[in-house]
């Protein structure tokens, strides 16, 4: 006797052949069902051929290939820990192929395999059973010779099912053929019937008796009590195509009923629910691998200040919608900004809305109502949303329009505070001063072109821009050490006298006033921020 298998699912089905307790394998053809199957309490699954074919929109006459074949039952082993018995048909060709079939089944984590006594291509057995030829029986032993011969695993299962009855040959050449096989090293044997009583079934186990395990498939002699096989040492009954049937009708009334209603609604307490799709799937296992092996790369967030309508120079085109909701090209600035934060990974979006915050609805962005809007500004907005500052994140307002690579550099700088700053501050054609908010750089406006070395020195909003070298974008970049020490301003900022009406910049001078570094990443145009109809206008240019 061969020594034990390592492997547990071939043991576990090699166990199951035992005569002295029934078992039942049961149905699957993809991963899903065979899942399902395990978690019914099954012991073992059976890889079926008509199932599979069926599930494939082929028909079971080796119309699908037996690699094709092979690649669903390996999902079906990989979704599962019981034994899998596939079906092999004739063994998909002579001993030549059914060798291969063995090892590459080995390979794939399959337990065993069910090879039948026809001629390839075969039809299945329910039809037209009479007309279909019969393997030679020597030809037959053969290729189950070669199959014991080429497994690696000794307790991999070879069981060999004769359709003699199915083909009209009769008890005896039923017998014979069974004995022959057993004779050939198969493991087990399975006699097949189409007939909807047990009668021939019964008169071959009583003639048998018990020289070697037996299989049943009793698809059609169903109504047969299990115990009648029982009592009779049968070693499993295979449950063989039931799964699939019940599949097939659940979705034929499901996409009748959706055609007939043009709309799942009627459906949705029928159907299972999407976290039973997950379960199944196995989504809390990823979970928890994802807490594990991607710590070392933190979500990416944003927050975006949207909660304003913007000056009464835009009130003509703000009677329905934030200004943040103006569209530029076709498109909405806050669209614009979130499908540039979405390209580099942020995937945490937040918007700070109030004024007509109803509009404000894109899908996978969470909003945070500033329902105090007319009466708070900037930092007041930042507050309401101060927990989902963490990790990489970055700040900036609704109203902003700028290029990707402005956002890249800020979220790619490993700075814990970095700012984006235009050197030159903005005028108007009377030259006059517009910037909003602007900052002194640390080393002074003239030869900073690069931003390595710049910090804030201050921070505000003034008009008077001479005494400033460069104006603020709005948007500020935090590592989570900088989320934290942003946070900490903010509530120091927010517990001042008239806190309510503060800004950013009074935020940012906070930073820098507690001896937090703020970086300053220097950019020349490419952004702009919208306050009248001609901004909007010549915002298209960028
Ligand atoms: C199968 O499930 O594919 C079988 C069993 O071979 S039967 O359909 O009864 O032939
Ligand atoms: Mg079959």
């Given at each position: 006797m061969a020594a034990e298998s390592a492997n547990p699912k071939t043991r576990r089905l090699r166990a199951l052949l035992d005569p002295a307790r029934l078992d039942f394998i049961m149905e699957a053809h993809n991963g899903l069902s065979a899942r399902i199957a395990e978690e019914a309490g099954f012991r073992a699954l059976w890889a079926s051929g008509l199932s599979i074919s069926a599930a494939l929109g082929v028909r079971d006459n080796n119309e699908a290939s037996w690699t094709q074949v092979l690649e669903v039952a390996e999902f079906m082993a990989d979704a599962t820990t019981v034994p899998i018995l596939i079906d092999?048909?004739?063994?998909?060709?002579?001993f030549n192929n059914f060798r291969r079939v063995v090892r590459k089944l080995e390979q794939r984590g399959i337990a065993g395999v069910c090879i039948e006594d026809k001629v390839f291509p075969k039809t299945n057995s329910f039809l037209r059973g009479q007309a279909q030829p019969l393997a030679d029986v020597d030809e037959f032993c053969g290729k189950l010779h070669a199959g014991k011969a080429a497994q690696t695993d000794p307790d991999f299962v070879i069981v060999a099912r004769t359709e003699a009855l199915i083909a009209g040959w009769g008890q005896a050449e039923a017998i014979r053929r069974a004995e022959a096989y057993r004779r050939a090293g198969a493991d087990a044997i399975v006699v097949h019937s189409a007939q909807s009583r047990p009668d021939e079934i019964l008169a071959f186990l009583d003639e048998w008796a018990g020289r070697h395990p037996v299989i049943l498939i009793p698809t059609k002699y169903h109504t047969t009590p299990t115990e009648v096989f029982a009592v009779r040492k049968v070693s499993a009954l295979i449950w063989a195509n039931h799964l699939m049937r019940a599949a097939l009708g659940a979705m034929q009334a499901t996409a009748a009923r959706i055609y007939r209603e043009r709309s799942v609604t009627g459906v949705e307490e029928t159907v299972a629910p999407l976290r039973e799709v997950f379960r199944l799937q196995g989504d809390e296992e990823l979970r928890l691998a994802e807490e594990k092996f991607l710590a070392a790369a933190p979500r990416r967030s944003a927050v975006i200040l949207a909660a304003t309508r913007g000056g009464p120079a835009l009130h003509a085109l703000t009677g329905q919608v934030p200004k943040t909701l103006l569209r530029v090209g076709g498109r909405s600035l806050l669209d614009r900004l979130c499908d540039n934060l979405q390209a580099l990974d942020v995937r945490d979006i937040a918007v700070v809305a109030g004024y007509r915050k109803e509009t404000i609805a894109r899908p996978g962005v969470v909003r945070v109502d500033n329902d105090r809007w007319a009466e708070t500004g900037e930092a007041a907005s930042l507050a309401l949303a101060a927990e989902r500052l963490a990790g990489p994140c970055l700040v900036g307002f609704g109203d902003l329009l700028c290029r990707r690579h402005i956002l890249q550099a800020l979220l790619d700088d490993p700075a814990d505070l970095v700012i984006a700053a235009d050197r030159s501050i903005r005028r108007d054609a009377g030259d006059a001063p517009r910037a909003r908010d602007v900052v002194k750089l640390s080393a002074g406006p003239a030869p900073a072109f690069l931003d390595a070395e710049i910090t804030a020195t201050a921070a505000a909003f003034t008009a008077d821009t001479a005494a400033f070298d460069a104006e603020w974008t709005g948007l500020l970049k935090c590592s989570g050490q900088g989320a934290q020490w942003l946070r900490e301003a903010l509530a120091q900022t927010m517990a001042k006298p008239g806190a309510e009406a503060l800004g950013l910049t009074d935020v940012l001078a906070a930073l820098l006033a507690a001896g937090r570094p703020i970086k300053v990443h220097l950019v020349s145009g490419d952004w702009t921020t919208i306050e009248n109809a001609l901004d909007l206008a010549e915002a298209s240019n960028l």
């Open positions: 092999g048909d004739t063994g998909f060709g002579n």
